[in-house]
Nanobody, 117 residues
Framework: QVQLVESGGGLVQPGGSLRLSCAAS????????MAWYRQTPGKQRELVAR???????NYADSVKGRFTISRDDVKNTAYLQMNSLKPEDTAVYYC???????????WGQGTQVTVSS
């Protein structure tokens, strides 16, 4: 079993920055990918950014140039640096990891990000 602990959400003004963290622990042989998703009421959960083992990353078009995903493979921790935040970035952000063996994915509990003046 794998546990994910997220932190870093909160309230920020438009144009501000936040950094989310996601620490994975438990039965982890290796992590294939770490990602951040977000969801607003009535909408499907959407991919924000993903980092694959080996360094490849991808981002939603809406956050390119503003958000940066990074990871510390020693600490099994992923980060999401969010800059130039907009009100439309307001959502619950979820961490997702895909681990070996078995390519099983796990989800964090979610952290609220609110961008408002």
């Amino acid at each position: 079993q794998v546990q994910l602990v997220e932190s870093g959400g909160g309230l920020v003004q438009p144009g501000g920055s936040l950094r989310l963290s996601c620490a994975a622990s438990g039965s982890i042989f290796a992590i294939y990918a770490m990602a951040w998703y977000r969801q607003t009421p009535g909408k499907q959960r959407e991919l924000v950014a993903r980092s694959f083992h080996g360094g490849t990353t991808n981002y939603a078009d809406s956050v390119k140039g503003r958000f940066t995903i990074s990871r510390d493979d020693v600490k099994n921790t992923a980060y999401l640096q969010m800059n130039s935040l907009k009100p439309e970035d307001t959502a619950v952000y979820y961490c997702n990891v895909v681990v070996a063996p078995g390519a099983i994915d796990y989800w964090g509990q979610g952290t609220q990000v609110t961008v408002s003046s």
